[in-house]
């Protein structure tokens, strides 16, 4: 295995909040282009691996390789740089303003000057600020959101927002995307939308995605972590998680598919 | 709520642009209105116009990054003592005084953003505050620099050219004119890509740096321009006061701006003059009515937190709202009663509604 060829290299990767251990030495490696699902009950430490990954707090000790570059002190807005874009799993959209201005925003951070002292209007008659718009429009019908564009956030549907997230992280051209369970709360239709915006993502995007329902871990993952009390405790491929005697254990019987 | 059902809902004649355009009428008018210009222009009208302008860069710093600061009198007095120090102590012209009054007062806000940008909510406003203290007893110590507590004077106004500075009224309309365009720029500034971030930080600063925003930079800059701000407005302080000494940048000074802030409605740039007028007025004539005039102006900063927690420039809203009400109630009426204030669309809108009133008003 080539390091280069690396996306995520974690090793020994740990955190813990006070006396509770959230996440115990941690070991992942991902292929670039590789599409890993990560499951596993509440508070098994999930969000608590992307937050450290995207550096939202400092890890308590252990490495993180990006790229095969070491970014384990560098901030959160130097990690997006590189090309890693994550969701949230509560949405934290901007409220206060349309659907369209959040994904501008989003534009912004990485790939084009956000602190530009031109006025941010779709009708400006600015050439940097027109191709931002209409790359704006791109990004949400990619996620179906075509018509939603002048929609203030607050007046977007619970799913509608998800998407809006998707929209935004893709905003960012990511290497690297990791979203946070992005079907919470999805209809049917919502879920089958969204594993078709998965499967048609460009293969050299990496993915890693939390996800609950496991017909969207099988249908877009090659691979995918069990997580529990903070401990990674399986790693393979969809079949090989299904039937793990040690993962029916875990969840007293309980159908995979209600797994967390 | 549909997209046209957004857009109608701006495209209504709203109570409080009419409200508003009465204000500015009578702010043109203001000077041949009163019986006594000596004592009114400076007194209550210049005095509005410079507690309304400083009291705009913490409504600009609160609604548009989320930030309550409470250094931007202290800065308007550093702006201000920048000034008075070229007049006095270097016996400058005012033309010289005045850039480097803003250059220092801007600078200054700059190093403050540095020292206070880490710290979130309660604690920024406690290190805000605790730097204009600092500031305060060094301007109450210092003979060299402010001349301690006599502080600095006399500071005249000059006629620069044909600008007959030293006539009240031309200094009123001045002070007015700038105050109207320190107020479009803030607008501007909102509605440009910059000011799209900022209100990003505000609701989510996580989110900003995950889009990859240096989100202390952005912080940073929000806070050196509503320095400029407020020390446009410690310029026209200045000049109004004829000195400046130490009670500008005393507590009961940065207090009076929370207030005017407040009383005018936090999240409203132009409410700000509504707060000024009414503090300037309970100042000048309180003490007819009672000895305790810091009790009355506690008394309507608290019917405002009670009655209308969105400041007098709510007050519109709050009116058209209950009109609507008796007619009686629909959806969206109650959409309409507290409307998004800050898409960048209506927000260049509104500015361009204030220029065309600005040119209206002008031609009076
Ligand atoms: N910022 C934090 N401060 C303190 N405890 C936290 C914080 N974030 C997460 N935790 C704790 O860490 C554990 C793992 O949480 P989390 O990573 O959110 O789990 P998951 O996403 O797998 O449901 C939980 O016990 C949670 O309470
Ligand atoms: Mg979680």
């Known amino acids: 295995m080539r390091q280069s060829s690396l996306a995520l290299n974690v090793t020994g990767l740990s955190k813990s909040f006070g006396g509770l251990h959230a996440m115990k030495s941690m070991d992942l490696q991902i292929q670039d282009g590789e599409r890993i699902s990560m499951i596993g009950t509440n508070g098994a430490g999930k969000s608590t691996f992307f937050n450290l990954l995207a550096g939202v707090f400092p890890a308590t000790t252990g490495r993180i390789e990006l790229f095969g570059e070491d970014v384990t002190t560098l901030s959160t807005a130097k990690r997006a740089k590189k090309g890693l874009a994550r969701t949230f799993q509560t949405s934290s959209l901007f409220e206060q303003l349309t659907a369209a201005e959040n994904v501008f925003i989003a534009l912004g951070g990485v790939e084009f000057n956000g602190a530009s002292l031109r006025l941010a209007l779709p009708s400006s008659k600015n050439i940097l600020v027109e191709n931002r718009w209409s790359r704006v429009e791109r990004l949400l019908e990619r996620v179906a959101l075509g018509d939603q564009g002048s929609t203030m956030v607050a007046n977007l549907s619970h799913g509608e927002q998800r998407q809006l997230e998707l929209a935004m992280a893709l905003a960012l051209q990511p290497k690297l995307l990791m979203l946070d369970e992005p079907a919470a709360g999805f209809s049917p239709a919502e879920r089958a939308h969204l594993v078709k915006i998965l499967r048609e993502l460009p293969q050299e995007i990496t993915l890693l995605l939390i996800e609950h329902d496991m017909d969207i871990a099988l249908a877009t993952a090659n691979r995918v972590v069990v997580m529990h009390d903070g401990e990674k405790i399986l790693e393979g491929s969809p079949q090989e998680v299904r039937s793990s005697a040690r993962v029916r254990e875990i969840y007293l019987g309980g159908s995979l598919d209600d797994v967390a | ?364």
Request: hydrophobic share 50%.
């Open chain 2, 1 to 364: 709520m549909s997209t046209d059902q957004t857009t109608s809902m701006r495209r209504k004649p709203r109570l409080g642009a009419v409200l508003w355009l009465a204000f500015l009428i009578f702010a043109f008018a203001f000077p041949y209105l009163v019986d006594r210009p000596k004592f009114w222009i400076p007194n209550i009208g210049i005095k509005s116009i410079w507690l309304g302008v400083v009291a705009m860069s913490l409504v600009f710093l609160n609604r548009y990054v989320g930030l309550l600061s409470l250094a931007q009198m202290t800065i308007a007095g550093i702006s201000a003592y920048g000034a008075g120090f070229v007049i006095v102590k270097m016996d400058g012209p005012i033309m010289m005084a005045i850039p480097i009054g803003l250059l220092v007062g801007t600078l200054a806000g700059f190093l403050i953003a540095l020292v206070a940008v880490r710290t979130k909510a309660i604690y920024f406003l406690m290190i805000t505050l605790a730097i204009g203290q600092v500031v305060y007893s060094f301007a109450s110590q210092s003979i060299e620099v402010t001349n301690a507590r006599r502080g600095l004077a006399p500071i005249k106004r000059e006629d620069v050219g044909f600008m007959h500075f030293t006539e009240l009224h031309i200094f009123y309309y001045v002070a007015l004119i700038v105050a109207i365009g320190c107020y479009v720029l803030c607008r501007y500034i909102a509605a440009t890509s910059f000011g799209l971030a900022l209100q990003g930080i505000k609701d989510s600063p996580e989110r900003m740096s995950a889009l990859g925003y240096n989100v202390n930079r952005y912080r940073i800059a929000a806070m050196t321009f509503s320095s400029f701000i407020a020390s446009v407005g410690g310029i026209i302080m200045v000049f109004d006061r004829a000195q400046v000494d130490p009670d500008v940048v005393a507590l009961p000074a940065t207090l009076d701006i929370l207030i005017v802030a407040v009383v005018g409605g936090i999240g409203s740039l132009s409410g700000v003059f509504f707060g000024a007028l009414v503090l300037t007025l309970l100042d000048n004539f309180s003490q007819n009515l009672t000895e305790r005039y810091m009790t009355l102006t506690g008394l309507v900063f608290i019917a405002v937190l009670l009655f209308a927690p969105a400041g007098l420039a709510g007050i519109g809203k709050q009116l058209s709202a209950l009109f609507a009400r008796l007619k009686g109630p629909t959806i969206q009426d109650a959409a309409e009663a507290d409307p998004p204030q800050t898409s960048p669309a209506a927000t260049a809108e509104d500015a361009q509604e204030t220029q065309d009133e600005l040119s209206k008003g002008s031609q009076r």
